[in-house]
């Protein structure tokens, strides 16, 4: 115990334990196996593609909390962000990290366990209570992410005799998700009614249950489903309707409950997903919401939920009191709207197209690939935080800056950056 305690202690002999490491893992590298070679030569060649194909994504750090502007390692200054989920801008919200810090001191740092195990505390129930109310539902499931959410709806559900129909373009994690089911898949052209239309009354004497699977906004283009036609079909074919509301959820619609408020529907959504990780506090988790039925057959028979570490506490602690406060003031939806007009109409104004419907997601169409990494680039010298996307994110020819508007973002902040806009636009000819 004494020689050991010596070494942790001494930091000549950590550094000398940690260069031998070092050399004995050189050696290893030095001396792989023929099957070690050749898996490296595989991945090297994969890695080399990306790289060739233009696709390769170089990851920004920031050294600050997330936030209207940020410090971004390499800047000597502070940017405005312009490029994140953090719709409602409550990421840093005092109350929501004194919730995670009395979480952490009450609740521990985390419960080393599935749910059905020892995994469950009384705040996971409270925020599942919550979540439910919230979405005027009968029950809730929380998982790690929404990708999980979606990863363990559909096998749970679907089996071959029923049919499940998916927008073309929704959310990679519902694609993976529909991998799993062995239901009968047709895939929709992308918000085209008459084409679900077709599919629906194709599968409609062929299987037992239909599922419409749509999500509630489409992240790369800003667009909102059109759930009232979506529903008008369903209750026509005896359907069911999902959607995945990671974009809508806390901020879309008049108090924030997605998108059938914003659409001016009620209760006519079978199935919610959605996520903790966006304008809901921005840490981590995501949920399923419906009927109390489906929500004990997932807590049955959801394999990420039964298979993966229930969300620690200072993540419960800080979802819920994000919901606290969307309860109780609806002063953050209401500037993000605010912020996202003002955007809008300035940029529309100044020349530039923006895709999509009223929504915080602004696509700032530009169409070529390269135009929008230099443009993307140039931003970011004047201070704006922007990404520039292209294919394969988006089709070939379709190349756009997304820009995101956030509750935190002044008046000032916005006007700056569509003065920045303008100014790369006029030099590059783009207005």
């Given at each position: 115990?004494?020689?050991?305690?010596?070494?942790?202690?001494?930091?000549?002999?950590?550094?000398?334990?940690?260069?031998?490491?070092?050399?004995?893992?050189?050696?290893?590298?030095?001396?792989?196996?023929?099957?070690?070679?050749?898996?490296?030569?595989?991945?090297?060649?994969?890695?080399?593609?990306?790289?060739?194909?233009?696709?390769?994504?170089?990851?920004?750090?920031?050294?600050?909390?997330?936030?209207?502007?940020?410090?971004?390692?390499?800047?000597?200054?502070?940017?405005?962000?312009?490029?994140?989920?953090?719709?409602?801008?409550?990421?840093?919200?005092?109350?929501?990290?004194?919730?995670?810090?009395?979480?952490?001191?009450?609740?521990?740092?985390?419960?080393?366990?599935?749910?059905?195990?020892?995994?469950?505390?009384?705040?996971?129930?409270?925020?599942?209570?919550?979540?439910?109310?919230?979405?005027?539902?009968?029950?809730?499931?929380?998982?790690?992410?929404?990708?999980?959410?979606?990863?363990?709806?559909?096998?749970?559900?679907?089996?071959?005799?029923?049919?499940?129909?998916?927008?073309?373009?929704?959310?990679?994690?519902?694609?993976?998700?529909?991998?799993?089911?062995?239901?009968?898949?047709?895939?929709?052209?992308?918000?085209?009614?008459?084409?679900?239309?077709?599919?629906?009354?194709?599968?409609?004497?062929?299987?037992?249950?239909?599922?419409?699977?749509?999500?509630?906004?489409?992240?790369?283009?800003?667009?909102?489903?059109?759930?009232?036609?979506?529903?008008?079909?369903?209750?026509?074919?005896d359907a069911l309707v999902f959607i995945d509301e990671c974009h809508a959820t806390?901020?879309?619609?008049?108090?924030?409950?997605?998108?059938?408020?914003?659409?001016?529907?009620?209760?006519?959504?079978?199935?919610?997903?959605?996520?903790?990780?966006?304008?809901?506090?921005?840490?981590?988790?995501?949920?399923?919401?419906?009927?109390?039925?489906?929500?004990?057959?997932?807590?049955?028979?959801?394999?990420?939920?039964?298979?993966?570490?229930?969300?620690?506490?200072?993540?419960?602690?800080?979802?819920?009191?994000?919901?606290?406060?969307?309860?109780?003031?609806?002063?953050?939806?209401?500037?993000?709207?605010?912020?996202?007009?003002?955007?809008?109409?300035?940029?529309?104004?100044?020349?530039?197209?923006?895709?999509?419907?009223?929504?915080?997601?602004?696509?700032?169409?530009?169409?070529?690939?390269?135009?929008?990494?230099?443009?993307?680039?140039?931003?970011?010298?004047?201070?704006?935080?922007?990404?520039?996307?292209?294919?394969?994110?988006?089709?070939?020819?379709?190349?756009?800056?997304?820009?995101?508007?956030?509750?935190?973002?002044?008046?000032?902040?916005?006007?700056?950056?569509?003065?920045?806009?303008?100014?790369?636009?006029?030099?590059?000819?783009?207005?």
């Open positions: 115990m004494a020689l050991f305690t010596s070494r942790v202690a001494n930091p000549l002999s950590r550094a000398l334990a940690a260069r031998s490491f070092n050399c004995s893992a050189t050696s290893q590298a030095q001396a792989q196996s023929p099957v070690q070679s050749q898996f490296n030569e595989i991945l090297g060649k994969q890695l080399e593609d990306i790289r060739a194909a233009g696709t390769w994504k170089t990851e920004r750090v920031i050294t600050s909390p997330q936030a209207n502007s940020v410090s971004v390692s390499g800047q000597s200054q502070p940017v405005l962000n312009f490029c994140a989920n953090n719709y409602l801008g409550l990421s840093s919200h005092p109350e929501v990290i004194e919730a995670a810090k009395t979480a952490i001191d009450e609740r521990g740092a985390g419960l080393s366990s599935v749910r059905f195990i020892c995994g469950t505390q009384d705040i996971h129930l409270d925020l599942e209570e919550k979540i439910s109310r919230f979405h005027s539902r009968e029950a809730a499931i929380l998982y790690a992410s929404c990708f999980d959410a979606n990863a363990g709806l559909f096998e749970a559900i679907l089996t071959p005799e029923d049919a499940v129909l998916s927008d073309e373009l929704n959310h990679a994690s519902i694609i993976d998700g529909l991998r799993l089911c062995k239901a009968q898949k047709q895939r929709y052209t992308h918000l085209d009614m008459q084409d679900l239309e077709n599919k629906l009354a194709a599968v409609r004497s062929t299987s037992r249950m239909r599922l419409i699977v749509t999500d509630g906004v489409f992240s790369m283009d800003g667009d909102v489903a059109p759930l009232v036609k979506i529903v008008e079909l369903a209750k026509k074919y806390g901020f879309l619609g008049a108090t924030g409950r997605g998108t059938e408020q914003y659409l001016g529907i009620r209760d006519e959504v079978d199935i919610i997903n959605s996520t903790l990780g966006k304008a809901l506090g921005g840490a981590a988790g995501g949920y399923t919401t419906g009927p109390a039925n489906l929500i004990s057959l997932l807590r049955q028979k959801a394999r990420p939920y039964l298979f993966s570490n229930s969300l620690p506490p200072a993540v419960v602690a800080s979802a819920s009191k994000v919901f606290d406060i969307l309860m109780r003031d609806t002063s953050l939806t209401e500037q993000v709207a605010r912020n996202t007009q003002l955007f809008r109409q300035r940029m529309t104004d100044a020349g530039f197209k923006i895709m999509g419907d009223n929504h915080p997601i602004c696509p700032v169409w530009l169409g070529d690939a390269r135009l929008a990494s230099e443009f993307s680039d140039e931003m970011l010298q004047r201070g704006i935080y922007v990404i520039g996307f292209s294919f394969p994110v988006v089709p070939k020819g379709k190349a756009r800056i997304r820009v995101q508007l956030s509750a935190v973002h002044t008046t000032e902040d916005v006007n700056r950056c569509v003065d920045a806009f303008i100014e790369i636009g006029k030099q590059k000819n783009v207005i």
